[in-house]
């Protein structure tokens, strides 16, 4: 029998090699945990934009709320989240790099190479800033694990611009368009996972209706899951689009709340027409496509982002990107 000294520093080694108890340094054997992918391991946003760069070279804010004839590329570096004696800070835009104009769609296809997308489309009174900060909180949230991007357009980014912000949107639809059939034909096995927002889902729809009559329905074989976040759409107008994508409307995910009160001053606007996002439940399923109704979580006064403010809200957006990656 082993005298006590030795049996303890015998137990003492055996718990050492097998697992590093007591806190000590683990087996030499455990391997170090992998880095997380996605934006944490490739802090880099692509941008595609109907908006004009500011400046030349391009500085901050970016991009402007003007119309550019064409559409642009772009990628902005980011900064991770520090801490700091005042708490934790936020993603930031560190650069925008590498402004592309001729080609723009094919360049954002290519930087997007053999990764699957995640490609967020925003809503109405929105700036290049404000859209970007969504876009990453929307990645990061979700911990989506391919290449992130935003398209976007020329929102005024005013209270008072709801009917330029429309024309705006609808002006961008070709070059939306230009950019998913630049994504299809390019060959990878990537797929773009699209989460469009507001007035973004009326933009959205016209280019997907689009790009399957232009291009056909291989075209959309890319497209993985299509999530339409308080669709800002007049609800006939809605139905006669989604009857247009045939099959391909099954890829839809509709995040809906009749208590959203921006739709509600929306519909007003429009002569008291339902808009797609605050219908009913029954109405929308219907047409074929899936309905997440949020309408139970909405505790706030606008009631507008849950998709972004709300985290069982923000799962909806995670399940329906994974449905489509099976």
């Known amino acids: 029998m082993l005298p006590r000294i030795a049996r303890l520093s015998f137990a003492g080694l055996v718990c050492l090699v097998l697992s590093g108890c007591l806190g000590g340094e683990p087996a030499l054997t455990s391997a170090p945990p992998a880095p997380r992918p996605g934006l944490a391991s490739d802090p880099r946003l692509l941008i595609a934009t109907t908006r004009l760069p500011v400046g030349d070279p391009i500085q901050k804010p970016w991009f402007s709320s003007e119309r550019s004839p064409d559409l642009i590329f772009a990628e902005a570096r980011l900064t991770p989240p520090g801490r700091s004696l005042i708490g934790r800070g936020g993603w930031s835009i560190a650069s925008v790099e590498n402004v592309t104009r001729t080609g723009a769609a094919a360049a954002f296809a290519q930087a997007a190479l053999g990764r699957d997308l995640l490609l967020y489309v925003h809503g109405y009174r929105e700036s290049f800033e404000t859209a970007a900060t969504s876009t990453i909180q929307l990645s990061e949230g979700i911990r989506f694990s391919g290449m992130t991007g935003l398209f976007t357009w020329p929102s005024a980014g005013s209270t008072l611009s709801y009917v330029a912000d429309r024309e705006a949107a609808m002006w961008s639809r070709d070059s939306l368009e230009d950019l998913l059939a630049a994504i299809a034909k390019t060959p990878s096995g990537g797929r773009v996972h699209i989460v469009a927002h507001s007035m ?48 391909d409307a099954k890829k839809i995910t509709v995040i809906s709340s009749t208590n959203d009160r921006a739709l509600a001053v929306s519909s007003r606007l429009a002569g008291g027409i339902v808009r797609a996002g605050a219908a009913e439940r029954e109405r929308l399923e219907a047409l074929g496509v899936r309905v997440a109704d949020a309408s139970e979580f909405g505790g706030g006064i606008i009631n507008h982002d849950l998709f972004l403010s709300n985290k069982e809200v923000e799962q909806v957006v995670k399940r329906a990107i994974e449905r489509e990656r099976m």
Do not use: C, Q, S
Not at 205 to 230: C, N, S
């Open 200 to 247: 973004g889902t009326l933009l959205t729809l016209e280019a997907l209706r689009m790009l399957r009559t232009d291009a056909g329905p291989a075209a959309m074989e890319k497209i993985g899951a299509i999530v339409m976040a308080a669709p800002d759409i007049d609800i006939d107008l809605f139905a006669r689009g989604i009857e247009r994508l045939g099959p």
